[in-house]
Every structure is written in C-alpha cells, then in structure tokens.
C-alpha cells in the first residue's frame, strides 16, 4: 500500500474555491490511479474525482462536475483536488485514495470505494452559506 496524507481542507463560503492535496509516499506514485471521495457522517463515502498514472483518462462524478478539477504532480508524488464555486452540500470529510494501475495507459473506474486499497486520514471541507 501507498500512505497518503491529505492536507488544505478548511473553512471557505459558498461559491468559493479551495484546493486539497494529496501527498504519497512508500510506494512509485506513478504505478497508482489516483481518486477524492467525501464522506457525511451516516453517509457512505462518495466517489468525487479520479485520474490515471499519466492524467490522461479522468473521472468526475456528475455532482461536482464542472466544478473540480483532479489533478496530479508525478514528480512531487501529489495529487490534488481543485474546488470551485463550492456549495453548502460540498460539506464533507474529504479522502484521498489510490489504486494499482495495472492496465498501462487505459484507465477505468467505477467510482467503487472498493477499487482503492490505500487510503489518507481525510481533510474536513466546510462550505458556509
């Protein structure tokens, strides 16, 4: 397993921005695909973003679509999640999850929290209204 450290998370206004990173360590960062889910409390995590090794194959669920972007620095090992005109219900603990890649340069994802064996600690993103 990769450890990953989530870090950025906070207080910011609806229609805001704020930007979440990632940093992975122990294993070749370039061998994972990387994902953001978010958790409420009662709620069962939910898939947000995800890219591939390379950033060429990328994921967004349809809420957050157009919104946030995920993006990745494979020289610093960091994946990150850019998040625009946020809202109330982006409220949320968010995590940072990884992947082994195993299928070269095509990537796919279900968004299924049981594709990803390596998990952060999670950052709590508040959206005041």
């Known amino acids: 397993q990769v450890h990953l450290v989530e870090s950025g998370g906070g207080l910011v206004q609806a229609g805001g921005s704020l930007e979440l990173s990632c940093v992975a360590s122990g294993r070749t960062f370039t061998h994972y695909a990387m994902a953001w889910f978010r958790q409420t409390p009662g709620e069962e995590r939910e898939f947000v973003a995800a890219t591939s090794w390379s950033g060429g194959s990328i994921y967004y669920a349809d809420s957050v679509k157009g919104r946030f972007t995920i993006y990745r620095d494979n020289y610093k090992s960091t994946a990150y999640l850019h998040m625009n005109r946020v809202r109330p219900n982006d409220t949320a603990v968010y995590y940072c999850?990884?992947?082994?890649?195993?299928?070269?340069?095509?990537?796919?994802?279900?968004?299924?929290?049981?594709?990803?064996?390596?998990w952060g600690q999670g950052t709590q993103v508040t959206v005041s209204s």
């Open positions: 999850a990884a992947a082994l890649q195993s299928g070269g340069s095509y990537y796919y994802t279900t968004g299924s929290p049981e594709e990803f064996d390596s």
